[in-house]
Protein backbone atom coordinates (compact mmCIF):
# COMPACT_ATOMS: atom_id res chain seq x y z
CA UNK A 1 0.00 0.00 0.00
CA UNK A 2 1.37 3.05 -0.78
CA UNK A 3 1.30 6.51 1.33
CA UNK A 4 0.35 9.69 1.65
CA UNK A 5 3.17 12.24 2.59
CA UNK A 6 2.78 16.16 2.87
CA UNK A 7 5.63 18.16 2.28
CA UNK A 8 4.89 21.54 4.29
CA UNK A 9 5.50 24.16 7.15
CA UNK A 10 2.87 25.44 9.85
CA UNK A 11 3.42 28.92 8.70
CA UNK A 12 2.46 28.79 4.86
CA UNK A 13 -1.35 29.13 4.31
CA UNK A 14 -1.79 27.40 0.87
CA UNK A 15 -0.44 24.28 3.46
CA UNK A 16 -3.38 25.14 5.99
CA UNK A 17 -5.91 24.64 2.91
CA UNK A 18 -4.50 21.06 2.36
CA UNK A 19 -4.44 20.24 6.30
CA UNK A 20 -8.15 21.10 6.29
CA UNK A 21 -9.03 19.53 3.33
CA UNK A 22 -6.71 16.75 4.49
CA UNK A 23 -9.48 16.79 8.04
CA UNK A 24 -12.77 16.98 6.09
CA UNK A 25 -11.34 14.28 3.96
CA UNK A 26 -10.58 12.19 7.50
CA UNK A 27 -7.31 11.22 6.00
CA UNK A 28 -4.44 9.32 7.50
CA UNK A 29 -1.31 11.39 6.36
CA UNK A 30 2.58 11.56 7.00
CA UNK A 31 4.00 15.21 7.72
CA UNK A 32 7.00 16.26 6.44
CA UNK A 33 7.84 19.95 7.91
CA UNK A 34 10.23 21.90 4.68
CA UNK A 35 12.11 25.00 5.90
CA UNK A 36 10.17 28.00 5.20
CA UNK A 37 13.01 29.33 2.78
CA UNK A 38 14.92 27.77 0.26
CA UNK A 39 17.19 25.60 -0.12
CA UNK A 40 14.74 22.23 0.28
CA UNK A 41 17.39 19.44 -0.95
CA UNK A 42 15.07 16.52 0.02
CA UNK A 43 12.09 17.78 -1.40
CA UNK A 44 13.97 18.53 -5.31
CA UNK A 45 14.43 15.17 -5.96
CA UNK A 46 10.69 14.62 -5.69
CA UNK A 47 9.80 18.25 -7.18
CA UNK A 48 12.08 17.93 -10.03
CA UNK A 49 12.77 22.25 -8.93
CA UNK A 50 8.64 23.12 -8.52
CA UNK A 51 9.75 25.68 -5.57
CA UNK A 52 6.34 26.20 -3.79
CA UNK A 53 4.73 24.45 -0.78
CA UNK A 54 2.96 22.57 -0.44
CA UNK A 55 3.92 19.50 -2.63
CA UNK A 56 1.96 16.35 -1.60
CA UNK A 57 3.19 12.36 -2.68
CA UNK A 58 1.16 9.16 -3.01
CA UNK A 59 3.79 6.35 -3.52
CA UNK A 60 5.47 7.78 -6.34
CA UNK A 61 3.08 10.53 -7.62
CA UNK A 62 4.13 14.10 -6.98
CA UNK A 63 1.82 16.59 -7.18
CA UNK A 64 2.51 20.21 -7.23
CA UNK A 65 -0.03 23.26 -6.75
CA UNK A 66 -2.80 22.89 -4.17
CA UNK A 67 -5.48 23.18 -7.01
CA UNK A 68 -3.77 19.31 -8.67
CA UNK A 69 -3.33 18.19 -4.93
CA UNK A 70 -6.74 18.64 -3.92
CA UNK A 71 -8.09 16.74 -7.19
CA UNK A 72 -6.06 14.21 -6.18
CA UNK A 73 -6.51 13.93 -2.31
CA UNK A 74 -10.42 13.62 -3.00
CA UNK A 75 -9.70 11.13 -5.61
CA UNK A 76 -7.70 9.12 -3.24
CA UNK A 77 -10.45 9.58 -0.62
CA UNK A 78 -13.17 8.45 -3.16
CA UNK A 79 -15.19 11.30 -2.40
CA UNK A 80 -16.20 14.06 -5.36
CA UNK A 81 -18.48 16.55 -3.33
CA UNK A 82 -15.74 18.65 -3.26
CA UNK A 83 -16.29 19.15 -6.80
CA UNK A 84 -20.16 18.67 -7.07
CA UNK A 85 -21.03 22.40 -7.56
CA UNK A 86 -19.09 22.90 -10.67
CA UNK A 87 -18.00 25.63 -12.55
CA UNK A 88 -18.97 28.01 -9.93
CA UNK A 89 -17.43 26.70 -7.11
CA UNK A 90 -13.78 26.10 -8.71
CA UNK A 91 -13.99 29.76 -10.07
CA UNK A 92 -14.32 31.19 -6.45
CA UNK A 93 -11.59 28.61 -5.66
CA UNK A 94 -8.73 30.09 -8.16
CA UNK A 95 -10.50 33.79 -7.54
CA UNK A 96 -9.70 33.09 -3.67
CA UNK A 97 -6.20 31.85 -4.42
CA UNK A 98 -4.85 34.75 -6.36
CA UNK A 99 -6.83 37.98 -5.77
CA UNK A 100 -7.59 36.84 -2.09
CA UNK A 101 -4.01 35.39 -1.63
CA UNK A 102 -2.66 39.23 -3.01
CA UNK A 103 -4.96 40.54 -0.46
CA UNK A 104 -3.59 38.96 2.47
CA UNK A 105 -0.26 39.04 1.13
CA UNK A 106 -0.28 42.99 0.72
CA UNK A 107 -1.79 43.17 4.15
CA UNK A 108 0.99 40.90 5.91
CA UNK A 109 3.95 42.24 4.48
CA UNK A 110 3.23 46.07 5.09
CA UNK A 111 5.64 47.18 7.73
CA UNK A 112 3.14 47.62 10.60
CA UNK A 113 2.14 43.38 9.94
CA UNK A 114 4.79 42.07 8.96
CA UNK A 115 6.43 41.73 12.53
CA UNK A 116 3.36 39.68 13.59
CA UNK A 117 5.10 37.01 11.02
CA UNK A 118 7.89 36.35 13.00
CA UNK A 119 6.50 35.54 16.29
CA UNK A 120 4.00 32.34 17.57
CA UNK A 121 0.57 31.33 16.54
CA UNK A 122 0.48 30.79 12.76
CA UNK A 123 3.17 33.10 11.40
CA UNK A 124 6.68 31.67 12.58
CA UNK A 125 9.78 32.22 10.03
CA UNK A 126 10.85 28.75 11.24
CA UNK A 127 14.37 30.29 12.40
CA UNK A 128 14.90 32.55 8.72
CA UNK A 129 15.82 35.50 9.87
CA UNK A 130 13.43 38.66 8.80
CA UNK A 131 16.18 39.90 6.21
CA UNK A 132 16.85 35.92 4.71
CA UNK A 133 13.12 35.81 4.14
CA UNK A 134 12.53 38.79 2.38
CA UNK A 135 15.75 38.03 0.04
CA UNK A 136 14.04 34.21 -0.21
CA UNK A 137 10.36 35.77 -1.95
CA UNK A 138 12.30 38.41 -3.77
CA UNK A 139 14.13 35.04 -5.50
CA UNK A 140 10.30 34.09 -5.66
CA UNK A 141 8.35 36.52 -6.91
CA UNK A 142 11.84 36.80 -9.64
CA UNK A 143 10.84 40.48 -10.42
CA UNK A 144 7.57 40.04 -10.98
CA UNK A 145 5.07 41.97 -8.44
CA UNK A 146 3.21 38.98 -6.79
CA UNK A 147 0.95 41.09 -4.61
CA UNK A 148 0.28 43.99 -6.94
CA UNK A 149 -1.85 46.13 -4.95
CA UNK A 150 -1.35 49.00 -1.90
CA UNK A 151 -2.28 47.98 1.53
CA UNK A 152 -4.85 51.19 1.30
CA UNK A 153 -6.67 49.00 -1.68
CA UNK A 154 -6.16 45.32 -0.01
CA UNK A 155 -8.12 46.75 2.84
CA UNK A 156 -10.88 48.24 1.16
CA UNK A 157 -10.97 44.68 -1.12
CA UNK A 158 -10.71 42.68 2.06
CA UNK A 159 -13.90 44.41 3.37
CA UNK A 160 -15.83 43.58 0.01
CA UNK A 161 -15.11 40.23 0.46
CA UNK A 162 -16.06 40.10 3.75
CA UNK A 163 -19.60 41.66 3.22
CA UNK A 164 -20.43 39.53 0.77
CA UNK A 165 -18.88 35.76 2.06
CA UNK A 166 -21.11 37.30 5.60
CA UNK A 167 -24.01 37.35 3.49
CA UNK A 168 -23.26 34.14 1.31
CA UNK A 169 -22.56 31.29 4.35
CA UNK A 170 -25.87 31.23 6.29
CA UNK A 171 -25.58 28.06 8.34
CA UNK A 172 -23.34 25.97 5.79
CA UNK A 173 -21.01 26.56 3.13
CA UNK A 174 -20.52 28.81 -0.07
CA UNK A 175 -22.51 26.07 -2.66
CA UNK A 176 -24.93 24.53 0.60
CA UNK A 177 -24.91 22.01 3.17
CA UNK A 178 -21.74 20.53 2.49
CA UNK A 179 -18.03 22.17 1.75
CA UNK A 180 -16.89 22.57 -1.64
CA UNK A 181 -13.40 23.11 -2.69
CA UNK A 182 -14.06 27.20 -2.49
CA UNK A 183 -14.83 27.38 0.88
CA UNK A 184 -11.11 25.78 1.36
CA UNK A 185 -9.28 28.37 -1.08
CA UNK A 186 -11.28 31.14 0.92
CA UNK A 187 -10.35 30.05 4.19
CA UNK A 188 -6.40 29.54 3.86
CA UNK A 189 -6.24 33.40 3.61
CA UNK A 190 -8.67 34.32 6.22
CA UNK A 191 -6.37 32.05 8.75
CA UNK A 192 -3.52 33.24 7.76
CA UNK A 193 -5.13 37.52 8.18
CA UNK A 194 -6.62 36.07 11.80
CA UNK A 195 -3.38 34.22 13.15
CA UNK A 196 -1.51 37.84 12.77
CA UNK A 197 -2.56 40.02 15.72
CA UNK A 198 -2.24 43.06 13.96
CA UNK A 199 -4.77 42.18 11.23
CA UNK A 200 -6.66 39.61 13.10
CA UNK A 201 -9.43 42.04 14.11
CA UNK A 202 -10.34 43.31 10.80
CA UNK A 203 -11.53 39.72 10.18
CA UNK A 204 -13.14 38.88 13.31
CA UNK A 205 -15.61 41.62 13.09
CA UNK A 206 -17.99 39.53 10.44
CA UNK A 207 -20.09 36.96 12.59
CA UNK A 208 -21.19 34.77 10.05
CA UNK A 209 -17.49 34.47 8.61
CA UNK A 210 -16.38 33.69 12.11
CA UNK A 211 -19.11 30.81 12.95
CA UNK A 212 -18.06 29.56 9.29
CA UNK A 213 -14.28 29.53 10.11
CA UNK A 214 -15.13 27.90 13.21
CA UNK A 215 -17.15 25.05 11.67
CA UNK A 216 -13.76 25.13 9.01
CA UNK A 217 -11.72 24.64 11.78
CA UNK A 218 -13.97 21.93 13.03
CA UNK A 219 -12.92 19.43 10.28
CA UNK A 220 -8.93 19.58 12.13
CA UNK A 221 -5.75 18.23 10.22
CA UNK A 222 -6.60 14.58 9.94
CA UNK A 223 -4.39 11.87 11.07
CA UNK A 224 -1.21 13.05 11.50
CA UNK A 225 1.58 10.83 11.58
CA UNK A 226 5.13 12.98 11.84
CA UNK A 227 7.75 11.67 9.60
CA UNK A 228 10.88 13.27 7.25
CA UNK A 229 12.17 13.95 3.67
CA UNK A 230 14.50 10.87 3.84
CA UNK A 231 11.17 8.41 4.61
CA UNK A 232 9.53 10.02 1.99
CA UNK A 233 12.29 9.49 -0.53
CA UNK A 234 12.64 6.06 0.23
CA UNK A 235 8.76 5.84 0.01
CA UNK A 236 8.95 6.87 -3.90
CA UNK A 237 11.99 5.01 -4.44
CA UNK A 238 9.90 1.70 -3.54
CA UNK A 239 6.92 2.46 -4.86
CA UNK A 240 5.86 2.60 -9.11
CA UNK A 241 3.83 5.61 -10.02
CA UNK A 242 0.45 5.00 -10.96
CA UNK A 243 -0.21 3.77 -14.68
CA UNK A 244 -1.98 6.71 -16.27
CA UNK A 245 -3.52 6.86 -19.55
CA UNK A 246 -1.32 8.67 -22.01
CA UNK A 247 -2.74 11.75 -23.60
CA UNK A 248 -1.61 15.36 -25.19
CA UNK A 249 -4.66 17.16 -25.19
CA UNK A 250 -4.16 20.84 -26.49
CA UNK A 251 -0.14 20.74 -26.41
CA UNK A 252 2.13 20.93 -29.34
CA UNK A 253 3.89 18.09 -27.64
CA UNK A 254 3.26 13.54 -28.23
CA UNK A 255 3.64 11.73 -25.31
CA UNK A 256 7.13 10.75 -24.49
CA UNK A 257 8.28 13.72 -25.54
CA UNK A 258 10.50 16.07 -23.55
CA UNK A 259 8.77 19.04 -21.81
CA UNK A 260 9.20 21.66 -19.34
CA UNK A 261 6.55 22.99 -17.34
CA UNK A 262 6.88 26.20 -15.45
CA UNK A 263 4.32 28.18 -12.99
CA UNK A 264 3.25 31.24 -15.11
CA UNK A 265 2.83 33.22 -11.74
CA UNK A 266 6.15 33.22 -9.63
CA UNK A 267 8.72 30.57 -8.61
CA UNK A 268 9.08 30.03 -12.66
CA UNK A 269 11.27 27.17 -12.24
CA UNK A 270 10.76 24.89 -15.02
CA UNK A 271 10.68 20.86 -14.34
CA UNK A 272 11.88 19.39 -17.27
CA UNK A 273 10.72 15.47 -17.88
CA UNK A 274 8.66 13.01 -20.76
CA UNK A 275 5.21 13.71 -21.29
CA UNK A 276 2.64 10.86 -19.85
CA UNK A 277 -0.81 13.39 -19.87
CA UNK A 278 -1.63 16.38 -21.02
CA UNK A 279 -5.67 16.64 -20.18
CA UNK A 280 -8.18 18.99 -19.13
CA UNK A 281 -6.91 19.35 -15.78
CA UNK A 282 -3.12 18.22 -15.13
CA UNK A 283 0.44 18.07 -17.68
CA UNK A 284 1.59 14.55 -15.65
CA UNK A 285 5.85 13.94 -16.42
CA UNK A 286 7.46 11.42 -15.68
CA UNK A 287 10.81 11.72 -14.31
CA UNK A 288 13.63 9.55 -12.46
CA UNK A 289 16.48 10.64 -9.97
CA UNK A 290 18.70 8.57 -8.01
CA UNK A 291 17.45 9.12 -4.82
CA UNK A 292 13.84 8.47 -6.13
CA UNK A 293 13.73 6.25 -8.87
CA UNK A 294 10.74 7.06 -11.19
CA UNK A 295 8.30 9.59 -10.12
CA UNK A 296 5.51 10.96 -12.38
CA UNK A 297 5.20 14.92 -11.56
CA UNK A 298 1.71 16.23 -11.11
CA UNK A 299 1.08 19.94 -12.35
CA UNK A 300 -2.69 21.65 -12.74
CA UNK A 301 -3.13 22.78 -16.15
CA UNK A 302 -4.56 25.81 -15.05
CA UNK A 303 -1.62 28.47 -14.57
CA UNK A 304 1.39 26.28 -15.23
CA UNK A 305 2.66 26.17 -19.58
CA UNK A 306 4.06 23.40 -21.52
CA UNK A 307 6.92 23.97 -23.69
CA UNK A 308 8.60 21.10 -25.76
N1 LIG B 1 -0.62 28.25 -6.58
C1 LIG B 1 0.20 27.62 -5.56
C2 LIG B 1 0.71 28.68 -4.61
C3 LIG B 1 1.64 28.12 -3.55
C4 LIG B 1 2.37 29.20 -2.78
O1 LIG B 1 2.43 30.36 -3.17
N2 LIG B 1 2.91 28.79 -1.65
C5 LIG B 1 3.71 29.68 -0.84
C6 LIG B 1 3.63 29.26 0.61
S1 LIG B 1 1.99 29.39 1.24
C7 LIG B 1 5.14 29.53 -1.24
O2 LIG B 1 5.51 28.57 -1.89
N3 LIG B 1 5.97 30.47 -0.84
C8 LIG B 1 7.35 30.40 -1.15
C9 LIG B 1 8.05 29.31 -0.45
O3 LIG B 1 7.56 28.78 0.56
O4 LIG B 1 9.15 28.96 -0.91
C10 LIG B 1 -0.63 26.55 -4.86
O5 LIG B 1 -1.88 26.57 -4.95
O6 LIG B 1 -0.05 25.62 -4.29
Known sequence: MTNLYLHH????PFSEKIRALLGYLGLEWHSVETSVIMPRPLLMPLSGGYRRVPVAQIGADVYCDTKIIA?????????????APGFAATRVADAADTQLFSIMAALSFRPEAIGGLFQGGGGGSGGASLQDFIKDRADLAGGTDVIGMTPEVAESDLLHWLTELDSSVGSGFLFG?????????VYHPLWFLRNNPYNA????????????????????HGRVIESDGEAALAEAEAAEPRPLEPAAIGVGAKPDDTVRVTPTDYGRVPVEGELVRADAHEFAVRRTTDETGDVLTHFPRIGFALES
Open 71 to 83: RALAEHAGDDSLY
Open 201 to 220: PMVEGYANVMRWFDRMQAFG
Open 9 to 12: YPAS
Open 177 to 185: EKPSIADFS
